[in-house]
């Protein structure tokens, strides 16, 4: 499978600059749904995955100060209200 961009050098990445220049949503799920299939799973979307990265994280108790600048969210109530089927869990 082709790259889809070229990767910035380590040394040079900063967090206003993106990691894969050239790099377009439509480019990233084209890329994901082809490496899903090749790996013969059920595809998956970017956002998918970040909805597993936060539900597992959340579930594994990583606070939730933490958890909400790791997605990016300005505030906590974002994080919470998207993700408190997993936060709030009592098992």
Known sequence: MQAICGATPPDDRAPER???????PDSVRLAMRRACQ??????????ALRHHY???RGARGVPLPMLA?????????LTLDTYSHVLLRDD
């Open 18 to 24: 993106r990691v894969f220049t050239g790099a377009t």
């Open 38 to 47: 090749a790996a013969g799973i059920a595809v998956y979307t970017p956002h």
């Open 54 to 56: 936060a539900s597992v």
């Open 69 to 77: 600048a790791q997605l990016g969210h300005s505030k906590k109530t």
